[in-house]
Structures are given as structure tokens and as C-alpha cells.
């Protein structure tokens, strides 16, 4: 029996200067370029087997088989890699996320970055990082990001060979996350859907991509100075941005539930007391805390007092993909 | 003893299409046409006597005499009537408010119009509705709406004498509002100051005011078929749009709290069972719920299983200004 195969991880990323908008559906370019903080605690690992042996494509996550949606995904993604290496195998693909999936925590982001980084070992092409940010971007947009660890941006570029992502900062420095899990429910409207109203009925839409250039310039020079009150006011304004963007919408798209605006207000409470602590939202009712890692807990903390220790994950600055 | 007395009532007003920055401060001429509803059970009463035997102004308000900030506001205004009728004597001016002040729920639109119509009659000057509108336009934007009951349209205009309310609709059939005071404090960041930040910082501005314009024509088409789906809609997503065009702002503006987005997801919910109701929200977390008036018990039992009855106020379709 001849099998190829290839194992790697991949962590997930929080943007925090957003992508919300394609400008090409099918080769995913975006409409601006963004950048997010790459987190240890939260990844996919994904095995892919490439089996003459088998008649289809399987995917399984987390133990289980997935439906058809899912899988034909999954293979319209594996395609890429069997028409550049020119095989014409079915594969075998495990997933194991540690990520929340479907929660806004972008599950999808390190999903299709760890199926990139096992797909490229499976079928021999070697790809190298770049070029590997280039096919997962293809996959899932935010997946482009999580080729890389700390600061990462990803470049809208011209063309699809020229859209890719571009470590910024290594991010070993006093720096991380707390997410809150509002709900870990699936959201009802997905980031693809939700993004494609957006651009078509937003009358904000023209102003968020141009503020979101303004935004991330300003962000490279604070994470040069490694200023985290400047990275973090940024960020908390540049999700706000996008979010007004998507209120714009016709019909309006509101992801936002009570418990996301608690958070908003002991993130407030906590900065008038001194603490330097940030919030961004994606497409779903989830918030995320930009913070020093160091002052983690102390957020931690205050968050119990309204919500579970299990809807609380504290994250640091993590790694790109590994290979396993 | 020669004195002038004017006693007169006005009512509240809540905009369906919002009054969100001024082109000229100090004329308060805004940036867009609004649409307003009034209604009849939120109301101010004021009494005003100008007295040559008094030695400056006084205000009172529900019986309190006021501070010498809001008292300045209240002779500001009284000067308007002085110039024009050419008097010299001061006032004592006496309000009573049926509408929680500064809870978002527009108690200066009542406040001023009800202090524009008792300061006509007690002046002498005999002012129209027309420039009444003018006069209370200068005390608080949304009190020029006052003048008139049902659906008023507030007309921008190009100068001082030119920025004034038209009655659209004289809001005589099936329709109200159910009103939730999510929270009765005084909100943090006044309209004056939200809505010049807004203006002066928010990369959505210009987009706001484009689409509150299209928003205006197509409610008055709605207005007149009184096809109230249409007409909440449109309401829900311009107010939306006020508050996302706030999000934009530096640093960003979020008047929600919590049960400001409970409250959006009950009327979601109601809407689904085939109830037509729609949500509007101003500089401040209440929410004004648009129904069929004779919805409004449906609607105000299914927000009594989250909220206090004192909390929840019905309102029909309230008439203009009166003489008493």
C-alpha cells in the first residue's frame, strides 16, 4: 500500500486590524491588508494521508466524519496541492482542533494553515512559508496569518501569487490575549456571508477599507515601540470600525449578545484602574482582550466575578506551523 | 404688579430618522433632514412669567430651582423672545416633566418646545407654528420637531429662518411606540458633545448623511401607504446606522449597555412570530420599540418576563403643542 503522508499544527490568530471583504470570492483576495497576534494556546493539528487506495475524500474532525459541505471543502482545498504536484490520490484527512469551532475564535484559520502545512509535506511539493500562506489563504482568508507566529500581516497584494502574509514581530514580549467564550454556539450568519452583505450594502464600506489602511500603519509603528496602549487602542477601534461597518448593512448584522457588552464594560473598568487592556470582536458574540501577558490572571479575575472560569481562556504570543 | 404669563404643553418626539451633528453650532441648523413621531404620553408643561420686579432669571424644574448652567440655557433662549418683542424683564419659568430627563428619551425636544409656546404668549409675540418650530430649533435640535403631533419631518434648510418642522402625518391611525428605560441615569456623554465628536472624527460621517437622506424619501412613502414594515425597517437600520457612524468615532462612542441588545433580541423574536416591531435607539442604552398600537400590551407583556413594569412605557401617536 503506498501512502504519502504529512503531519503538522497551526495556531489560530486574532486580528486586530480585520479582514472583512474579498475583493476576488474565488481566489480570496481582500479588500485590505490586516494583521493579528498569532496565540499559543489555541491550534489544529491535521493529518493528511494521500491513499490510492481509497475512492473519495474523508474528513474527519475531532474523531468524527464530516458531511459533504464540510468535506467538499476540505478536497476543492486538497486540489490545489494534487494539480501542483500532479497526483491524482484521495486523501485521508484527521483533525484535531484545540479551538472552539464556529465561536468567532477562527477555528478556520489554523485549520486550513495546519491542512496547508500537512498537505504540503503529504504530497511532496515542499512549498516554503510563503508560498505555503498563499495556498491557505485560498482555504480560509485568516488562515493566510496563522503560517506565522506573533505579529503578522497579511498583504492584500495584486494578484493571487502576491497575497500572502509577512511576519512582523516575533512577539516574545510581555504580550497576549484573554478571550471571553459568550457563547461557544455556532454563529448564525458565517464571517463569508456576512463579510459579502457587508461590501455590497454597506454605505460604510469604502470608508472602513480606507481607515483600515490608516490603521494598520499606525499599529507596525506601535509594535515597533512595543506600545500597548497604542497597539491596543487601534485594535479596539479597528474592530469597532468593522462591527459599524456591518450595523451599515442591509439588513443590518449585529453579532453582539448582552454578555459582550459586560465584557466591554469591565475592559473599561479595568483601564480606569490603571490596567492596560483592550477589547476586538469578530464575526461572532466573543470578545478578545489584548493584554500583558503577565497581567493576565489579574483580568482573569475580574471576569469570574461575572462569568465561568470555563468561558475564560487566557492565550500568550504563539508559534508559527510545525511540522510533527 | 405687571407681569406676562404664557402657560403651555408640549410632547416628546422620537426620531425614526435620526438628528445626529449640526452644520452651524450656534444656530443649530443640522447636517440632515429627520423624521420624528411624536407621542402623547411623554410630555413637559412650563409656565413662564416675565416679572420687571425680579432681578434675574430663575428655573424651575419639577419644583427644583436649577444650577446656573441649565438656567443659562433657559435665558439664552428667553433672550430670542426679548430681542424680538423688545422687553427687558427677567422670568421665573416653572416645568414640569412627564418624561425621564436625559435618559436618552428626548426630554429637551418636550422641554424646549413647551418653553418656545409658553414664551410666545407670555412675550406677546404671536409667533406661527412655523416659526415657533424656528425659535425651539435654537434651544435643542429635536424640539423644533415638537411643535407638531404624528410624523414630522424637520427640513434642514439653508439659514437660520429656513430650518424648520412640517407636519408629514397627522399619526391618527394604528400606531405607537413601546418604550424600555433600560436605564434612567443621565447618560455620561451628552448629544451636544457625542454628536460633535461624531462629525469632527468619524470616518463614516459623510456616508451617514448620503444615506439618511435616501432614508427620509423612502419612510415618507412608507408613511403614506402606512405600511408599517417598511417604516420600522428603515427606522431600525437608520438608527443603526447613527450608532455605527458613533463607533467610528475617536475614541468611539457606545451609548448600549447589556439589556439595550436583550431588549433588540425580544423584538427579533417577536418578529419572527409575525409581529411587527422594530427598534430604534438614540444617544443613550432605552430602546423605542415602533408597533402597531394596538400590539403594544402583546409587546410590553413579553418584555415584563425580563423587565420591571415601571421600566416599560406605552405611547400612542401624540398631538403638537397646546396653549393651557
Not at 478536497?75 to 484545540?98: P, Q, T, W
Not at 483580568?299 to 469570574?304: A, F
Request: charged residues 25%.
Amino acid at each position: 500500500m503506498m501512502v504519502k503522508i504529512g503531519r503538522a499544527r497551526a495556531h489560530t490568530n486574532i486580528a486586530l486590524i480585520k479582514y472583512w471583504g474579498k475583493r476576488d470570492e474565488r481566489l480570496v483576495l481582500p479588500m485590505n491588508s490586516s494583521l493579528s497576534l498569532t496565540l499559543d494556546s489555541l491550534y489544529t493539528e491535521t493529518e493528511v494521508v494521500f491513499n490510492r487506495d481509497v475512492d473519495m475524500d474523508y474528513f474527519y474532525l475531532d474523531g468524527k466524519i464530516q458531511d459533504v459541505e464540510s468535506t467538499n471543502r476540505v478536497s476543492r482545498f486538497l486540489d490545489l496541492f494534487r494539480n501542483a504536484a500532479d497526483m491524482g490520490e484521495f486523501a485521508i484527512v484527521k483533525s484535531k482542533n484545540y479551538v472552539p469551532t464556529g465561536a468567532g475564535l477562527a477555528s478556520s484559520a489554523s485549520g486550513f494553515a495546519a491542512l496547508a502545512a500537512a498537505a504540503n509535506i503529504a504530497s511532496g511539493l515542499n512549498l516554503d512559508d510563503r508560498e505555503l500562506s498563499i495556498y491557505a489563504r485560498q482555504g480560509s482568508g485568516s488562515a493566510t496569518r496563522s503560517i506565522y507566529g506573533g505579529f503578522v500581516e497579511w498583504r492584500k497584494g495584486i494578484d493571487c501569487w502576491d497575497s500572502y502574509a509577512v511576519a512582523i514581530d516575533d512577539g516574545k514580549w510581555d504580550i497576549g490575549m484573554v478571550i471571553v467564550i459568550v457563547n461557544p454556539r455556532e454563529k448564525r450568519i458565517s464571517s463569508r456571508e456576512g463579510m459579502k452583505r457587508t461590501l455590497h450594502t454597506s454605505p460604510f464600506y469604502g470608508s472602513w477599507v480606507e481607515s483600515a489602511k490608516e490603521d494598520l500603519r499606525n499599529i507596525k509603528i506601535a509594535i515597533e515601540e512595543r506600545d500597548i496602549e497604542s497597539i491596543g487602542r487601534i485594535a479596539e477601534s479597528n474592530s469597532f470600525k468593522m462591527h459599524a461597518t456591518m450595523l451599515g448593512a442591509n439588513p443590518p448584522l449585529l453579532y453582539w449578545e448582552p454578555e459582550t457588552i459586560e465584557v466591554m464594560e469591565i475592559v473599561h473598568e479595568l483601564r480606569e484602574q490603571g490596567l492596560p487592556c483592550y477589547f476586538t470582536m469578530d464575526a461572532g458574540p466573543n470578545v478578545k482582550i489584548l493584554c500583558r501577558l503577565s497581567d493576565a490572571e489579574r483580568i482573569r479575575s475580574s471576569l469570574e466575578q461575572v462569568f465561568k472560569p470555563e468561558q475564560i481562556i487566557v492565550a500568550g504570543s504563539g508559534p508559527g506551523i510545525a511540522i510533527l
